[in-house]
């Protein structure tokens, strides 16, 4: 349906955003930040899915899950 295309184009823009946003504070951590690193892996893993809704392959996301 239409609604469930907007939202995930809306999300698939927000993690973007959010990646950017922890990719910069990322180069600006001396640690390394291990905080940032689970923060960074938590919205690569929500745009996996919102792109893969989108795209009406959430199949796809499913084999990339079992191989892991």
């Not at 239409?2 to 698939?12: F, M, N, R, Y």
């Not at 990719?23 to 930040?33: E, K, T, V």
């Not at 960074?40 to 989108?54: D, G, T, V």
Request: negative net charge; charged residues 40%.
């Amino acid at each position: 349906p239409d609604h469930v295309a907007v939202l995930a184009a809306e999300q698939i823009a927000q993690h973007r955003r959010r990646i950017a946003l922890y990719d910069d504070l990322l180069r600006g951590a001396d640690d390394g930040s291990p905080t940032l690193e689970l923060g960074l892996e938590l919205e690569h893993a929500a745009l996996r899915f919102w792109k893969a809704l989108a795209e009406d392959d959430l199949p796809r996301l499913r084999r990339r899950r079992d191989r892991e």
